[in-house]
C-alpha cells in the first residue's frame, strides 16, 4: 500500500487533456514540495515536474503541476500517443517514523 | 553527462544478503549538493524508496526497510552501495540507483528530486 494515493489507470484521446491525482497527508504533500515522475515501458523513471509545478528543461509545457493542501495534481494538455506510460508523485515525508521519500502507487495512462 | 550503473548478483537466496554496487561516471559522488539514493521495483508495480546516502556518510532509510538495510559510500571509488539483509520473495525487484539533487530555499533544505537513474538491475531473490 503506497504513502500517495493514485488513480491506478487514466486514459484519453491524441489531444485531450488528462489530469492525474495525488493524494497524500500532512507530513508529505502538504508540507513538502510535489515531485512527478514518467516511466515509459521497460526504462527507468524520468523527472517531469519538481517543486510542485515545474519542469526541467526539455519537458514539453504540455505536462504541468499543481498542488492545494495536502492532494496535488498532473495534467497532460495536447496528449499524445508517446505520453502512454506510468506516472508517479512523489514527495518527502517527515513523521514520527522518521524522514524518507514515499512515492504514489502509479497511474497507467493510456492513449486510445 | 552524469551515469550511473547497478551491478551485482542477480538471484539471491533467500535469508541471505542483497548485495549492490552502483557506479557513478561522468562527474565525481562528492561534488555538489546531491544524495544517493536506491529505489525499487517488483514487477508490474510502483516505486519504493530504500533509502538514501551523503557523501559525508549521512543515511536516512525508508522506516519499513530499516532494520535490514544499509547503504555506504566509496568515493575513492565513486561508488555507492546497498546491503539488504534476511530477504525473502517479497524483496524480488528491480532495483534502481539515483541521484538526488537538492533543492535550496535560500540555504535551507526544502526538497530533493532524483534527476539521473541508473538503468535498473533485476534481483530474484529465490532458492
Same mark, same amino acid.
Do not use: M
Given at each position: 500500500?503506497?504513502?500517495?494515493?493514485? $488513480?491506478? +489507470?487514466?486514459?484519453?484521446? &491524441?489531444?485531450?487533456? #488528462?489530469?492525474? *491525482?495525488?493524494?497524500?497527508s500532512s507530513s508529505?504533500?502538504?508540507?513538502?514540495?510535489?515531485?512527478?515522475?514518467?516511466?515509459? &515501458? @521497460?526504462?527507468?523513471?524520468?523527472?517531469?515536474?519538481?517543486?510542485?509545478?515545474?519542469? $526541467?528543461?526539455?519537458?514539453?509545457?504540455?505536462?504541468?503541476?499543481?498542488?492545494?493542501?495536502?492532494?496535488?495534481?498532473?495534467?497532460?494538455?495536447?496528449?499524445?500517443?508517446?505520453?502512454?506510460?506510468?506516472?508517479?508523485?512523489?514527495?518527502? /515525508? /517527515?513523521?514520527? +517514523?522518521?524522514?524518507?521519500?514515499?512515492? @504514489?502507487?502509479?497511474?497507467?495512462?493510456? #492513449?486510445? | 553527462? %552524469?551515469?550511473?550503473?547497478?551491478?551485482? &548478483?542477480?538471484?539471491?537466496?533467500? +535469508?541471505?544478503?542483497?548485495?549492490?554496487?552502483?557506479?557513478?561516471? @561522468?562527474?565525481?559522488?562528492?561534488?555538489? +549538493?546531491?544524495?544517493?539514493?536506491?529505489?525499487?521495483? &517488483?514487477?508490474?508495480?510502483?516505486?519504493?524508496?530504500?533509502?538514501?546516502?551523503? =557523501?559525508?556518510?549521512?543515511?536516512?532509510?525508508?522506516?519499513?526497510?530499516?532494520?535490514?538495510?544499509?547503504?555506504?559510500? /566509496?568515493?575513492s571509488k565513486n561508488?555507492? *552501495?546497498?546491503?539488504?539483509?534476511?530477504?525473502?520473495?517479497? /524483496? =524480488?525487484? %528491480?532495483?534502481?540507483?539515483?541521484?538526488?539533487? #537538492?533543492?535550496?530555499?535560500?540555504?535551507?533544505?526544502?526538497?530533493e528530486y532524483f534527476?539521473?537513474?541508473?538503468?535498473?538491475?533485476?534481483?530474484? #531473490?529465490?532458492?
Open positions: 500500500q503506497s504513502v500517495l494515493t493514485q $488513480p491506478p +489507470s487514466a486514459s484519453g484521446t &491524441p489531444g485531450q487533456r #488528462v489530469t492525474i *491525482s495525488c493524494s497524500g508529505n504533500i502538504g508540507s513538502n514540495y510535489v515531485y512527478w515522475y514518467q516511466q515509459l &515501458p @521497460g526504462t527507468a523513471p524520468k523527472l517531469l515536474i519538481y517543486r510542485n509545478n515545474q519542469r $526541467p528543461s526539455g519537458v514539453p509545457d504540455r505536462f504541468s503541476g499543481s498542488k492545494s493542501g495536502t492532494s496535488a495534481s498532473l495534467a497532460i494538455s495536447g496528449l499524445r500517443s508517446e505520453d502512454e506510460a506510468d506516472y508517479y508523485c512523489a514527495a518527502w /515525508d /517527515d513523521s514520527l +517514523s522518521g524522514f524518507h521519500a514515499v512515492f @504514489g502507487g502509479g497511474t497507467q495512462l493510456t #492513449v486510445l | 553527462q %552524469v551515469q550511473l550503473q547497478e551491478s551485482g &548478483p542477480g538471484l539471491v537466496k533467500p +535469508s541471505q544478503t542483497l548485495s549492490l554496487t552502483c557506479t557513478v561516471s @561522468g562527474g565525481s559522488i562528492s561534488s555538489g +549538493s546531491y544524495y544517493w539514493s536506491w529505489i525499487r521495483q &517488483p514487477a508490474g508495480k510502483g516505486l519504493e524508496w530504500i533509502g538514501r546516502i551523503y =557523501t559525508s556518510g549521512s543515511t536516512n532509510y525508508n522506516p519499513s526497510l530499516k532494520s535490514r538495510v544499509t547503504i555506504s559510500v /566509496d568515493t561508488q555507492f *552501495s546497498l546491503k539488504l539483509s534476511s530477504v525473502t520473495a517479497a /524483496d =524480488t525487484a %528491480v532495483y534502481y540507483c539515483a541521484r538526488a539533487e #537538492v533543492d535550496y530555499y535560500g540555504s535551507i533544505w526544502s526538497g534527476d539521473y537513474w541508473g538503468q535498473g538491475t533485476l534481483v530474484t #531473490v529465490s532458492s
